[in-house]
């Protein structure tokens, strides 16, 4: 008998680039569905993380002044027991800051 069992995963990135690769990755790499993964601030404000990235950094290199960087961005799932050390380790691929599963 296989284990069917499911644990959400959490996992906090410092730029809205690095979570929105950690949702590809779970898409493409791990299988789950896109309707099966959440995104939210960590903080109570709007944010597109703590640090900048993507569109956020100007061709110059300068980084724009009206980007929401409120704080970090956590991605979470549920992910079948099978699945949560290759997620784990997909994650820390990313560099995520903390990863945590209930």
């Known amino acids: 008998m296989s284990d069917d069992s499911t644990t959400t995963?959490?996992?906090?990135?410092?730029?809205?680039?690095?979570?929105?690769?950690?949702i590809e990755h779970l898409v493409q790499s791990h299988g789950i569905s896109r309707s099966d993964i959440f995104v939210q601030?960590?903080?109570?404000?709007?944010?597109?993380?703590?640090?900048?990235s993507g569109g956020d950094v100007?061709?110059?290199?300068?980084?724009?002044?009206?980007?929401?960087?409120?704080g970090e961005?956590?991605?979470?799932?549920?992910?079948a027991s099978q699945k949560i050390a290759a997620v784990q380790r997909s994650f820390g691929d990313l560099d995520a800051i903390r990863v945590s599963g209930r």
């Open 41 to 52: 601030p960590v903080a109570s404000e709007n944010s597109a993380g703590s640090a900048p």
């Open 58 to 70: 100007l061709r110059d290199g300068d980084v724009r002044t009206d980007a929401p960087l409120e």
């Open 9 to 22: 995963i959490r996992a906090t990135f410092k730029t809205r680039e690095a979570a929105d690769l950690a």
């Open 73 to 79: 961005i956590e991605v979470s799932a549920d992910i």
